[in-house]
């Protein structure tokens, strides 16, 4: 349990909608069915012109509802995982809403946040199945969800279930809607794989502002209460968030698949890498701590030496 059991839940925060009916299942191929592509979108700074290409272009947002209804304190944050969706992304407004314009001198607009089932359509960047993975649209500033991916991301990827390294996920998404704001989200266009390629860097970068919201988030109060969103992170909360980078490196996902790896495929980065960024967001808790684009070496975050 990490939330204050006592935070209010905000109804309108989130919308969801989306499901099956909505229609088939990308086909993601390549390696043997690791659904490389998936992977490579597990966190994915911009799905856009993949879905487009799959689905058609399809960019008819299909939210039908707002927060899940039996969501209404941080007790049910502890307890369900829509939940813990909702008042992460509360959690995140109220640190970036604070820290971005104090740091950067540019305001924070909140993203929407969109639960799905199976498959939704976005409003830019086509439609997705579950099969993508928790994802961000920089074309209509939106984050989404399938929250059984929290389960695979135990089951298939090896993570930890802790409600830390949900919250990262979270946090990773909302990341890339920083990078939006600040206006990074085109800079890995020129270089779309590689170790060191500008898709891998805006991953890295994506892990570092999760880190950055861990450090505030139990310790800054909550608008109208004088108590922080989170309890205080323990240890092997923090080890929770770290398993979820983890579990997500390139080279771990490509060596359970072929038995091997290829750096100059990567897309976002090495287990190792992941896990060092997030740590040096959670230490300095500054954005300008997170340039990832003027790293020389990225498993060597300047502010880890």
């Not at 191929?29 to 993949?50: C, E, I, K, Y």
């Not at 891998?200 to 310790?219: I, T």
Request: glycine content about 12%; aromatic content about 8%; overall charge neutral.
């Amino acid at each position: 349990m990490t939330f204050n059991e006592g935070m209010q839940i905000d109804p309108d925060r989130v919308s969801s909608g989306g499901g099956p009916g909505m229609g088939g299942k990308i086909a993601l191929g390549g390696a043997g069915g690791l659904v490389v592509l998936v992977l490579a979108l597990v966190f994915g700074g911009d799905p856009g012109s993949l879905l487009r290409e799959v689905t058609g272009g399809t960019t008819t947002q299909s939210a039908v509802a707002k927060t899940p209804a039996h969501c209404k304190t941080g007790a049910d944050a502890n307890k369900y995982v829509d939940c813990r969706v909702v008042l992460t992304a509360q959690s995140l407004d109220s640190v970036w809403g604070a820290k971005l314009p104090q740091q950067t001198r540019k305001a924070y607009t909140p993203p929407k946040v969109q639960l799905f089932t199976g498959a939704v359509n976005t409003g830019g960047c086509g439609r997705a199945t579950s099969a993508v993975g928790p994802f961000y649209c920089p074309a209509d500033r939106t984050a989404y969800f399938d929250t059984s991916f929290f389960q695979e991301l135990v089951d298939k990827f090896g993570s930890s279930g802790g409600p830390l390294a949900q919250e990262y996920v979270v946090a990773h998404e909302v990341g890339h809607h920083i990078q939006n704001l600040l206006g990074d989200s085109g800079r890995a266009a020129k270089s779309a794989q590689g170790a060191s390629s500008g898709s891998v860097r805006l991953e890295l970068q994506a892990d570092c502002y999760a880190g950055a919201w861990a450090s505030y988030a139990d310790k800054l109060p909550a608008p109208g209460s004088n108590q922080p969103f989170l309890k205080p992170l323990s240890d092997k909360d923090i080890q929770d968030a770290l398993s979820a980078a983890s579990s997500v490196g390139d080279d771990r996902i490509q060596k359970a698949a072929t038995g091997r790896t290829n750096p100059e495929s990567w897309t976002h980065g090495s287990s190792s890498e992941r896990q060092k960024w997030f740590l040096t967001g959670y230490h300095n808790g500054q954005v300008k701590a997170c340039d990832t684009f003027s790293a020389t070496d990225l498993n060597n975050p300047p502010a880890l030496r």
